[in-house]
């Protein structure tokens, strides 16, 4: 790790549960592939914002223009597209990710677009921050994959680090196939529906402030897409 990554990775992964250490396994084994082939510049690829950001920082310019918090939290930030492109718009972005190996290969990318990433391995079900820190809080489909009980505390743990009126965007993408299907009836949650979001959010400040589904044919199968927008009360 070099100089800079010292200075701005941090690692948190003694808290992990067992689940979350499994899934950061698979993950960094996944991320150090990508790790390998990033010395060879055919395998790069552009830092480009998500299209769900995207269209949140269009919708939402005006509020965030006018607010002096520009402390942003992306939590699955992988290899740090949107940190990137948030801080390169003069926010104070901040990725976190379980995979230690993203988050070395967000560090290089953040570099190599100058700008001074700042990123920490942690869960979300216990961030590292105090409360009332963020304005924004998203996740561009890092919180698909665990169950119910785990992202309701994923959720109770973003609203504390939110400042009050603060907004929480994230979205859930599923193909359906056999696996995600499978996944779907053990419990492990890949798409959103209007009753599960009201599930994730009882006891806590928020309200919906935008829900949104889709559906799209993609290579033979059905995509389906869901965003949120939650406003902490």
């Known amino acids: 790790m070099n100089e800079q990554e010292n200075k701005s990775f941090v690692s948190g992964s003694e808290s992990f549960s067992d689940a979350e250490n499994k899934r950061r396994d698979a993950l960094d084994r996944q991320y150090e592939k990508a790790l390998l082939m990033w010395n ?24 965030l223009a006018a607010s002096a918090n520009k402390k942003m939290l992306d939590l699955g930030c992988g290899i740090g597209n949107d940190v990137i492109t948030l801080r390169k718009q003069g926010y104070e972005a901040t990725g976190i990710d379980i995979s230690h190996s993203a988050l070395k ?17 942690a869960a979300y079900s216990n961030l590292p921050y105090e409360s009332n820190t963020f304005k924004v ?10 169950n119910l009980e785990y992202l309701k505390t994923s959720v109770k743990e973003v609203e504390r680090v939110l400042e009050n009126n603060g907004i929480f965007l994230f979205n859930a993408n599923m193909v359906v196939n ?6 779907q009836q053990q419990g492990i949650i890949r798409y959103l529906e209007a009753p599960l ?22 290579a033979g199968h059905l995509l389906k897409r869901s965003k949120v927008v939650l406003r902490k009360l």
């Open 40 to 63: 060879h510049d055919k395998f790069k690829s552009e830092v480009k914002q998500s299209q769900l950001m995207h269209n949140f920082m269009k919708d939402y310019e005006g509020e």
């Open 178 to 183: 056999e696996k995600t299907l499978e996944d």
């Open 137 to 146: 809080c998203y996740s561009v489909g890092g919180l698909g994959g665990n």
């Open 197 to 218: 979001v009201d599930k994730l959010i009882e006891g806590t400040s928020f309200k919906v402030e935008k829900f949104a589904q889709s559906e799209a044919e993609v």
């Open 105 to 121: 290969l967000a560090e290089k990318r953040a570099a190599e677009e100058g700008v001074g990433g700042y990123f920490v391995q």
